[in-house]
């Protein structure tokens, strides 16, 4: 692995929002878009501690501004209430991760109840719709801005217990496409990464007898850190991609190959 990260030049000043900053993976997207001068919007579910220290860090050690907002993205309310602060608070917002999800839990698909299949729907469908429609008017005006939507390798190959999560993270390849097409016009480009399996976040819902046999079964071999897949979002967030868009990035190792 390299030690010699790129550092995209536009993106210093610019303002990321951030679903999930607290995560595993939302963590290592905030650190990296820290890294090349980016201002941070920090959303957070129930991990306000965790969203203050993030903050505080990466403002001192990147001299960048953050702010952080809780949020509940499957509630729509929620969502616009979040754009209007981070407007407010920084004037604009040039990108847009909807990295945040819901985890899966491993369970045969008939016992599944309908509590469990609505909330998954709720904050892994509607909740990136919401973030969309709440920041596209302020894209829309300034006739440009970025989004990039995090799906699932499980959407794309299927894993035995997690239809529902599936079938959910399956959604944001779509709704990616969907969106680039008809937010085109507007020079608004509209991207997704599809991660494999990384070492952080959401891979804690597997054991390690599971882990073993994922890792053996990928190309290379190895899980994957949040910082490779973090300089991916990075690319896709600059004007180095400005030629790509309605587009899904597979991150994974080798794991799934199209
Ligand atoms: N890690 C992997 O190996 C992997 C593999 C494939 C796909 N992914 C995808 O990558 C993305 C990030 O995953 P991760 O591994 O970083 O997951 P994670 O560590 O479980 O983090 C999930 C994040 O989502 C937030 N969140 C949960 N429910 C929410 C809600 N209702 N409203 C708003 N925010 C909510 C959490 O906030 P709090 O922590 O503040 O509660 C947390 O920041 C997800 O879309 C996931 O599907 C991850």
Same mark, same amino acid.
């Given at each position: 692995?390299?030690?010699?990260? =790129?550092?995209? $030049? ?8 951030? !679903? ?19 201002? %941070? ?11 203050? $220290? ?24 929620? @969502?616009?209430?979040? !754009?209007?602060?981070? #407007? ?6 040039? @990108? ?7 985890? =899966?839990?491993?369970? #045969?698909?008939? $016992? ?7 909330? %998954? ?6 909740? =990136? ?7 596209? =008017? ?18 794309? !190959? ?78 896709? @967030? ?6 790509? !868009? ?13």
């Amino acid at each position: 692995m390299c030690n010699c990260s =790129p550092v995209y $030049e536009d993106l210093k000043g610019k303002t990321l929002l951030i !679903t999930g900053g607290t995560g595993g993976l939302g963590e290592a997207f905030c650190r990296e878009f820290a890294r090349n001068g980016a201002n %941070l919007c920090i959303c957070y579910n129930t991990k306000r501690k965790k969203a203050l $220290e993030l903050q505080s860090q990466l403002e001192k050690k990147h001299n960048i501004r953050a702010c952080v907002f809780q949020l509940s993205q499957e509630d729509h309310k929620s @969502c616009r209430e979040v !754009t209007a602060g981070a #407007l407010e608070h920084f004037g604009q917002v040039d @990108c847009l991760i909807n990295n945040a999800a819901m985890e =899966p839990q491993k369970i #045969l698909f008939e $016992e599944a109840s309908l509590d469990y299949i609505n909330r %998954l729907i709720d904050v892994n469908i509607k909740g =990136p719709i919401n973030m969309c429609q709440s920041l596209l =008017p302020h894209f829309r005006k300034r006739r440009k801005g970025v989004i990039v939507n995090i799906g699932s390798i499980w959407g794309q !190959t299927g894993r035995r217990g997690s239809i529902i999560y599936g079938l959910t993270k399956q959604s944001t390849t779509v709704l990616t496409r969907m969106l680039a097409m008809e937010y085109a016009v507007y020079r608004i480009r509209v991207n997704s990464i599809i991660p494999g399996y990384f070492d952080t976040g959401m891979a804690r819902v597997m054991n390690a007898e599971d882990l073993k046999i994922i890792k053996k079964s990928i190309p290379l071999r190895r899980l994957g850190t949040g910082e490779e897949i973090a300089r991916v979002a990075a690319f896709l @967030c600059s004007d180095h991609s400005s030629y790509i !868009t309605g587009q899904q990035v597979s991150v994974n190792g080798g794991a799934h190959m199209l």
